[in-house]
């Protein structure tokens, strides 16, 4: 079945340097859509970015990712962390209209001065 | 910003205790989706409707839980007993629809089962 997997349920930086959160995953369907989500605390969880184009870069934020077809990733950068980046970061996948999506397990960015 | 209204905020209920929340979904969004963020932040989907209809449910939503969307009405989830296991954030998200499309989320429903 289909599925999503983020390799690190932790991740803490200091401040300034480069953030990559890794996202792979799992599905028969040749067209996935991939996502990521952040959720701040206290906050609702919201849409950071999403991509269905093999090799483009999609930005946002600050943020970008790229999704790889031949290696099912969709990993998550910036090239600079910041304090206020600190939050939940959850990489999904989607096939269907209507359907739902697959949510990974979700990675804990903490961003250190 | 995201108009997904949920209440309540807080739920605090005892063992075998129903535990009701609401979600009202945003404006035009045929698709509503119930997820369980447990202790762990782990995402598990529990239920989603299209209008009024049930889409996909897991099975311990079937067995456990009382869901609906009805016509004009906020959409609810209902444990009918409530176990210490269930104490996590609701997450109640809708969409448009298709694959593509954003899920937009309420802040959620913070059940704490004693």
């Known amino acids: 079945g289909d599925s999503v997997t983020q390799t690190e349920g932790l991740v803490t930086l200091t401040e300034g340097l480069p953030v990559m959160l890794n996202c792979t995953y799992q599905t028969i369907y040749s067209n996935p859509f991939l996502f990521w989500y952040v959720h701040y605390l206290n906050e609702s969880p919201r849409l950071l970015l999403k991509s269905s184009t093999d090799n483009k870069r999609t930005e946002h934020q600050g943020f970008h990712a790229t999704l790889h077809k031949s290696s099912s990733s969709f990993h998550l950068q910036k090239s600079s962390a910041q304090l206020s980046d600190s939050a939940l970061y959850y990489c999904a996948l989607s096939r269907n209209n209507n359907n739902r999506i697959f949510f990974g397990d979700g990675t804990q960015l903490v961003v250190k001065p | 910003n995201s108009k997904v209204i949920q209440t309540p905020r807080y739920l605090v209920k005892g063992q075998g205790q129903k535990a009701k929340m609401r979600c009202i979904p945003e404006k035009g969004h045929p698709v509503v989706f119930w997820y369980q963020q447990n202790k762990n932040n782990e995402f598990k989907f529990l239920i989603n409707f299209q209008n009024q209809e049930v889409l996909q449910q897991i099975d311990m939503t079937e067995k456990r839980f009382s869901a609906e969307c009805p016509s004009n009405s906020p959409c609810s989830l209902e444990i009918q007993s409530s176990e210490a296991g269930d104490s996590a954030l609701y997450l109640c998200?809708?969409?448009?629809?298709?694959?593509?499309?954003?899920?937009?989320f309420g802040p959620g429903t913070r059940l704490t089962v004693l």
């Open positions: 998200a809708s969409s448009l629809g298709d694959r593509a499309a954003e899920q937009f």
